[in-house]
């Protein structure tokens, strides 16, 4: 994976494209420019960022989804965003070849060189947060003071995006079977957002 110049405090442009793209598919382009501009947004949906944005953007709009829609179209539009956003990385930042061979490996090795990749470029995604790997029992990924639950409290986790980011890339490239599941979130007072990784072999 390849990724632009950091600056604290910014993440990568996907994580406002994809929401407007997924918003728009499911509740249409009044619903969807009403959010951005409650978030701060709108002039994202004229011209939509290329480079890095400033994560309290993303926070707001991950909120505003949160405080506009119901709970399961606010979860659906953030599943679509994330698989989006996969598609996106498949095609623009994971080189050709890499995914060859990772498609060839078994799922353990193939899972270890996708984290160690997605880690390198964590901070596209996280911000000014922290993303850890837990190779234990299971395999547990951590978000720790990630943007997109800073600002809501919830009755259940709503890192959704991060969930379905990470398992279309793991269904592409590691197993079709991967199932990513949010155990904890910040939104529920959490002190990390932990995603448990499991396929069946």
Sequence with gaps: MTAHAHTPGTIGPNSITRMAQALTRQQGEAV???IFEAAGLAHYLSEPPTQMVDEKGVTALHRVVRETL???EARSVSREAG??????LLANRIP????????LLPAGPASRILLAAISRNAW??????RFQVNHGRTLELSITGGPICKEIQAHEPVCDYY?????HLFRSLV???TVVRETACGALGAP????DVCWNV
């Design 124 to 129: 596209t995604f996280t911000g000014s947060g």
């Design 163 to 167: 969930a379905a980011t990470f398992e």
């Design 70 to 72: 119901a709970p399961e």
């Design 96 to 103: 050709k070849p890499v995914q060859t061979v990772l498609r």
């Design 32 to 34: 969807t420019t009403r």
């Design 175 to 177: 197993h079709k079977n």
């Design 192 to 195: 990390s957002c932990l995603f």
């Design 83 to 88: 698989h989006l956003t996969a598609e996106y």
